[in-house]
């Protein structure tokens, strides 16, 4: 583990000597970037590129590129399963209540539906729970391409019922997750509701994949700002769907009915591929009567609170989350 977060480390100081060489000659690649954003958003970008088409090497680059939690020593860690699937608690030391009548934060990890663990999120977990001081249980789904959908959805949704089995009133959990569990997150929702049974008091999606179709004009408009691309997403949707339309609500809860649906808070960067398609989430959720918070926040990239531990805008984003998980679940 040292030995791989010394390679990171050194890849990312390499980035910001290269950025800086850039800024010096040719300016900022985007105009309004400073320096350490575009540091970031360039090491993010190479340590993107060439990624493996085997899932299995694809998910222990990931693993080793991540960070230990940093904020680990302000929760208490305790391995679960749920359903047969991995999981784990995050309580934070300064929670008020922890019994299964304390409120509960729901979280379910991204990676394009074929990648992401509770190794590659700890730490961004870990700063989730802390900022929220609620119980956090994040799960580790099945992944694509060896269990295309529904197999995630129906985990997610699992997990939700887990909880409400173990006591949990509905009304103090909030379901949060960035990216592909963004995406899931919201179609969770609706999948909830369509069953009829009681929804979470709310939810979170950060930078949330919610048109698998790819039609809005940031996918190709932000795609040198961001750390994905087009044909990589389109690799990843095709190991999720397995030959099903990408427009099925249930796989891209953009073209579902939202009507009915808790408090959302959606969170995107102006400078990352999926930035259109979520403001149009957003306006259909409004249109829906949906209790709806889009925060857009200006040049950042693909779930830039990955940075939080030197980009600014990361920690108040995740504070930002803290302050509406911590509201939505009080008595």
Request: aromatic share 8%.
């Amino acid at each position: 583990m040292l030995l791989d977060l010394a390679s990171t480390l050194m890849r990312l100081v390499r980035s910001g000597a290269l950025t800086a060489v850039q800024h010096a000659t040719l300016g900022p690649r985007r105009p309004e970037w400073t320096w350490r954003q575009e540091s970031l958003a360039r090491f993010i970008q190479g340590e993107f590129a060439n990624v493996p088409t085997d899932p299995v090497v694809l998910r222990r680059r990931m693993e080793a590129m991540a960070l230990p939690p940093m904020l680990r020593p302000l929760v208490r860690c305790k391995d679960e399963q749920v359903a047969g699937m991995k999981a784990r608690w995050y309580e934070p030391r300064s929670a008020k209540t922890t019994g299964d009548d304390s409120p509960v934060l729901l979280y379910l990890h991204g990676g394009g539906y074929v990648f992401g663990s509770l190794k590659t999120h700890a730490d961004f977990i870990v700063r989730l729970a802390v900022a929220s001081g609620v119980r956090t249980l994040a799960i580790e789904y099945r992944l694509a391409p060896e269990h295309p959908y529904p197999a995630a959805l129906d985990d997610c949704v699992t997990a939700y019922h887990w909880l409400i089995r173990r006591g949990v009133d509905p009304h103090r959990i909030v379901v949060a997750g960035e990216s592909a569990g963004g995406g899931l997150t919201l179609s969770s929702l609706c999948k909830v509701r369509d069953e009829g049974d009681p929804l979470p008091a709310a939810a979170v999606a950060i930078s949330p994949w919610c048109d698998l179709a790819m039609t809005f004009p940031s996918i190709d408009g932000n795609e040198p700002y961001d750390f994905s691309s087009r044909r990589q997403s389109s690799i990843w949707r095709s190991w999720y769907t397995a030959g099903a339309d990408p427009q099925l609500p249930e796989i891209s809860p953009l073209y579902g009915d939202l009507t009915g649906l808790p408090p959302l808070l959606l969170q995107v960067g102006g400078a990352e591929m999926l930035a259109d398609e979520v403001a149009a989430f957003a306006h259909k959720a409004d249109q829906a009567g949906v209790n709806v918070t889009l925060e857009t926040w200006d040049h950042m990239f693909h779930i830039w609170h990955f940075a939080a531990l030197v980009l600014p805008q990361g920690a108040a984003a995740i504070d930002h989350i803290g302050r509406f998980v911590r509201y939505h679940t009080s008595d």
